[in-house]
């Protein structure tokens, strides 16, 4: 259990900044996904966070005290990598010592701790096998054993269930979230997926390129962005972005998109943003309707070029003007390739963000 | 068409075994020669021996084989001396090889010790052959009092096959991914614990057989104890080549018996590590 806090660190390879002054404070016993693509610098910031690296500028502190200089060893932590790390040359059982071992402890509370761990995960059955004849799974399982036998106040998994099938992976997503309520620690969890992240995560940090984005809630970088990478990377379907004019005038703002048939559409009042004089209109595939070409309340209209049905929705792809737009509709909604439709936007879920920087009119 | 192309292909191995198997089958059968079935001087020659002796083995530890006449010119000599010598030198200048060069080829491989060129100018040593600079070695070894000494001979076998220890070690250590040597730091090892609790047993495969390799080169070596000893210190292959007698000349029986001797540590220990000389090693531990 401890809490986390990153300062103004900065991580540099060579001339490439992998982290650049990373601010971050995790509370104690909160379960944090670290999402980004790849490259954003998570790994990075997760081997800080480790010690297996030494922050170039800044300071990581556990507790309030400074831990920089401190080995890995002595951070107590549990580190799980994507690729399991197992020890082939040993047994299951072995592998889930590990750390007691180098610690030194008995060997009676040894044997006892790792069948309590093994328990907890469901493989003691499988302790004295080879981890040569183990399945990929129960790897992932040893691998989650061994780095929670020594009681590590902060968790840290690195992407530790990308090479799993995707049955077990969900299976693995909600034990994952029950261990992590039973022993309250604090857990940190690199993905890319960010399916994983807002289905697991109390909280969620994104990066890019080295940079933190937006750290809030799933809810809130859900229907929050902070900015446009933000808004593009959350949400399994991607948000749909139109350019846009701002019209401030009337004390509503008014969007007016450059596109063919395009109404001017009033969003309650916002301000903020910067001089930017070019703005990016977005919104979220669920959050438009689709209506009669004529309505009066159709602020876009498009052709459908696409309908891909997921079961429980539908989504139909659109091309108004040539932008690609996709909306989410329910199951008996199918409308024709070709057809002509009309797209009502809720006005409460639209946002808006300055092209020069990226960042969302608050 | 198809059993034409098999035959064939039986036919062709069967030629390649005999063309390598043939010195082994010779030197076998020579060791049990009696003297005049050596060279065909009789008009014969003896594809087996007529007559097959221990007579050979005999001469080399020492003996004077009774009846024959065949060696009554001839001092008595021993080779006991020789193979011991030729077991210290090889096997001590294989752990040299294999401790040093196992260490350097880690660094290399994970840490790129020396960055790009290190491993490269290591390799670089066995772009000439070593007998090339054996005479500057020689005056060095003179100089350092190390000529005509175990631990010359010691030196000069590490020095000699360290790049292939250094270039062997670095493709196995290469293939253990980083992350089980992070795993064993992050659950407290130091960086030599997690290279020998976690690296290492993974590797051990690998180490035997550049160890089999390495003791092969030292244990068959020739040139470099030939110039590098004298009178003192002389390997098994020196003391076989100086088998000679003033009734037979070149004496070719023990000199054969002697090789199927010296055939025999390298077989033992291939046998005794073949399991491990499979590449088939367990480099498991990702599942790509």
Known sequence: MAEIQIKQVTKTFGRFDAVLDLDLELEDGTFVALLGPSGCGKS???????????????????????????????????FVFQNYAIFTHMSAFDNIAFGLRVRKQPADEIREEVHQVARLLGIENMLDRRT??????????????????????????????????ARFRSYMRAELKKLQRELSQTMIYVTHDQVEAMSMAEKIAIMDRGQLQQYG????????????????????????????????????????????????????????????????????????ELVDPGSET????????????????????????????????????????????????????????????????? | MKALLTSLRVLLIAAVLCVFLFPVYWTVTMAFKPADEWTPTSGKTYWLPDHPTLDNFRRIFGGTPGGSDSFLVSTPINATDSIVTSLITSILGTLLALSVGTFAAY???????????????????????????????????TYLHLFDTHAGLILIYGAVTFPFVVWLMKSFFDEVPREISEAAIVDGCSQFGAFRKSVLPLVKGGLATTALFVFILNWSDFLIALVLSGNNVVTAPVFLSQITSAATGEEFGSRAALGVILITPPMLLSILIQKHLVRGLTFGAIKR
């Open chain 1, 132 to 165: 040569t004849d183990l399945s990929v799974n129960d790897l992932q399982k040893v691998a989650i054993g061994r780095s929670m036998i020594t009681k590590p106040g902060i968790f840290l998994l690195d992407e530790p269930f990308s090479n799993l099938d």
């Open chain 1, 44 to 78: 990075t910031t997760m081997n800080m966070l480790s010690g297996l690296l030494e922050p170039t500028r800044g300071e990581i502190l556990f507790d309030g005290a400074v831990v920089n200089k401190l080995k890995p060893g002595d951070r107590n932590i549990g």
């Open chain 1, 217 to 288: 809630t799933p809810d809130e970088v859900y229907n929050q962005p902070a900015n446009r990478f933000v808004a593009g990377f959350v949400g399994s379907t991607m948000m749909n972005f139109v350019p846009t004019t701002l019209d401030r005038s009337g004390g509503d703002l008014v969007l007016t998109m450059p596109l063919a048939d395009a109404r001017p559409l009033t969003v309650h009042n916002r301000d903020g943003g910067d001089d930017s004089d070019s703005f990016t209109m977005g919104i979220r595939s669920e959050h438009i």
């Open chain 2, 107 to 141: 660094g290399i491989s994970r840490y790129r010790a020396g960055g790009k060129m290190l491993g490269f100018s290591i390799l670089q040593l066995r772009m000439f052959p070593p007998i090339a600079v054996i005479i500057p070695v020689l005056f060095l070894w």
């Open chain 1, 298 to 362: 159709a602020s876009l209209r498009g052709t459908v070029t696409l309908l891909e049905s997921l079961g429980p929705r539908n989504i139909v792809h659109l091309s108004s003007d040539g932008y690609l737009l996709r909306v989410t509709v329910p199951p008996t909604v199918r409308p024709r390739v070709g057809e002509a439709v009309g797209l009502e936007l809720d006005a409460r879920r639209v946002h808006v963000f300055a092209d020069a920087s990226g960042t969302a009119l608050a």
